[in-house]
């Protein structure tokens, strides 16, 4: 797979952060385990300083509560905290983030619609835009599923963080 060249990165520094902000529909179980997995990863290389992650949700049924009880039970099997408290993906949200990670073409298609035109369109990608293994393009729901599909959601998603930080670390300036 050709990784994709993200047209909006910039020079990233302490003092100007990259702002990254993955979105699934509810923001109970993808969304928030990319982001509990991003900052994982971004601690780990010790690089929390220059990034600032976030998730969010194209609708708000879910607003106010905590990620999903599988996703949370899944990641803290590999030492990664879900902390995030859903919200809802705001228009607002384009004009602030550096980068915006759709988990399927659904949530994808609502955000650049969301970016109305031509304006913001260079910041929205697909999460598995960034996955070495990519056997679809799409990050799958796995709300209605057995505890198996949050495991494959865990495995999907840090895949692709570990990716994408490989290309976004490359334009950190220490």
Do not use: W
Not at 26 to 52: D, K, W
Not at 59 to 78: D, I, L, M, T
Not at 101 to 116: V, W
Not at 133 to 139: I, K, N
């Amino acid at each position: 797979m050709a990784e994709p060249t993200i047209q909006s990165i910039r020079k990233i520094t302490t003092e100007n952060p990259y702002r990254v902000c993955f979105v699934c529909l509810g923001n109970i179980c993808r969304s928030p385990t990319a982001e509990g997995v991003m900052q994982h990863e971004v601690l780990q290389q010790s690089l929390g300083s220059y990034f600032e992650i976030d998730s969010a949700g194209t609708a708000a049924y879910h607003v106010g509560e905590p990620a999903n009880s599988k996703s949370r039970k899944v990641a803290e099997e590999y030492g990664v905290k879900l902390l995030s408290t859903a919200r809802k993906f705001e228009a607002s949200d384009l004009d602030y983030y550096d980068l915006v990670l759709a988990m399927d073409r659904q949530n994808y298609h609502n955000i650049k619609h969301l970016a109305g035109g031509e304006h913001h369109h260079e910041k929205i990608y697909m999460l598995r835009d960034f996955d070495p293994q990519p056997d679809d393009d799409e990050v799958p729901d796995p709300y209605y599923g057995g505890i198996n599909g949050f495991y494959h959601v865990f495995d999907v998603v840090q895949r692709s963080c570990r990716n994408l930080l490989d290309q976004l670390k490359q334009h950190v300036e220490k």
